[in-house]
Structures are given as structure tokens and as C-alpha cells.
């Protein structure tokens, strides 16, 4: 009999298991016919679909909650964080998520969908994809690297320090300086996070107040 390669506690990666033959207990996708039998009884809506489709959480790293074999041999998983039973062969070993010195404050995600590694930046909703070719081996870590360096090299974000020349809110003081840090900049408050700031003149397109920046 198959012995289960993933033991309880182990961190996945679920794989597109649309292509696998006889997936255990079933891969379930917004044409499967439970999930078209919702939408038609008005259960769910594009949104739940999405959420009862397996494919949504393909990239994903999850925890080994339990195993269960087969008959036939096929063995199949519960997972933590995702509903659903996940055939052993649309899982991998999750390893540890590459980690660069760029990353700040948690904004920056990596995962993989198919043969493709994404980064993306959580606060803007930017993509960059490394796209692995059907000759070479896919690596996650080579393309994780790739996938981040054109990340930031698309972004560019500031860093620095400016001084307000003009204030248009209460949450700046003309005369007072504020640090950029990864594009963000803090005003007297807290960090302003919802824009990626990649020079000053987009500082100042975007703010109310004015600023100049300081060179050291």
C-alpha cells in the first residue's frame, strides 16, 4: 500500500490539478457539476464560485491536516487553511518562502500559479510574472528572485528624505521633514501606505501639501 509523502503539519503548495487523471475524490471547478447546480438554484453567486472552485487557491501553501488512502492507492489530503480533498499529486513541499532584503512590512507576496511565479505588491495590487518555459525544470526559487527583482524594478520606489515647503492638510507641517522609506511616506499621524511614491514630483502630484527633497 502508498505511503502518505506529506505527514500531519507539513506546508504545502497546491498545483493546478485540472490536467491530473482520476484526482483524488474529485477536482472541483467553477464547470464541475455541483458548482453549476448552486449557480443555477441561485446559491451562489460569481464570487462564491470562485470560492467552491479549487483552481482559486492553486499557488496557495497550506498545512497538512490529515491523509487518507485510497482503495486504488490514491492518497488525498485535508488541508488546514482550504476546504476541499487535495490529490497528493497536485501537492508539493512549500520549503520557505525566499526572503530579500527589499521586503518591508510584509507588502510583498509570492506564489506560484502553474509554472508561473508572481510577485505582488499587496498595497497597490502590482504583478510582475516569471514565466518558466516548458523545456527547463521549473524552480521556485529562481523565479521567486526574478519575479521580485522586476517587481521593484518596475516600481522604483523612493527613498529619502523631504521637507514640507507647503502645507494643504493638517497632516503636515511646512518646515518639518519627513523619511520615505520603500515609497512610503509618514506624516504626523502614521504611514501614508495606500500609494507607492517613486519620486518627488509624484510626492507632489499626489499630496496636497508640497515638499522638496533633501539631499545628504
Not at 135 to 144: I, K, S, W, Y
Not at 202 to 213: C, G, K, P, Y
Request: with cysteine; charged share 35%.
Amino acid at each position: 500500500m502508498s505511503k502518505p509523502k506529506f505527514k500531519v503539519g507539513d506546508k504545502v503548495r497546491i498545483l493546478d490539478g485540472s490536467k491530473i487523471e482520476d484526482y483524488a475524490r474529485g477536482w472541483v471547478d467553477k464547470d464541475s457539476p455541483s458548482v453549476l447546480v448552486a449557480k443555477m438554484l441561485c446559491l451562489c453567486n460569481d464570487e462564491g464560485i470562485a470560492k467552491y472552485s479549487m483552481k482559486t487557491y492553486v499557488g496557495k501553501i497550506g498545512t497538512i491536516e490529515s491523509a487518507e488512502i485510497l482503495r486504488d492507492g490514491r492518497i488525498s489530503y485535508r488541508l488546514k487553511e482550504y476546504d476541499f480533498c487535495w490529490d497528493e499529486r497536485g501537492l508539493e513541499p512549500a520549503g520557505e518562502t525566499p526572503t530579500f532584503k527589499n521586503f518591508t512590512n510584509n507588502r510583498i507576496e509570492i506564489y506560484r500559479e502553474g509554472r508561473d511565479v508572481i510577485a505582488l505588491d499587496k498595497r497597490t495590487g502590482e504583478k510582475a510574472i516569471a514565466k518558466c518555459s516548458p523545456e527547463d525544470e521549473f524552480d521556485f526559487e529562481v523565479g521567486a528572485k526574478l519575479a521580485f527583482e522586476r517587481l521593484m524594478q518596475r516600481q522604483k520606489c523612493f527613498n529619502g528624505k523631504v521637507v514640507c515647503i507647503k502645507a494643504g492638510t493638517p497632516l503636515f507641517t511646512k518646515g518639518k521633514i519627513y523619511k520615505i522609506e520603500d515609497g512610503i511616506i509618514t506624516d504626523n499621524i502614521h504611514p501614508i501606505s495606500s500609494y507607492c511614491i517613486k519620486s518627488i514630483d509624484d510626492l507632489n502630484n499626489v499630496m496636497a501639501s508640497r515638499f522638496v527633497e533633501i539631499v545628504e
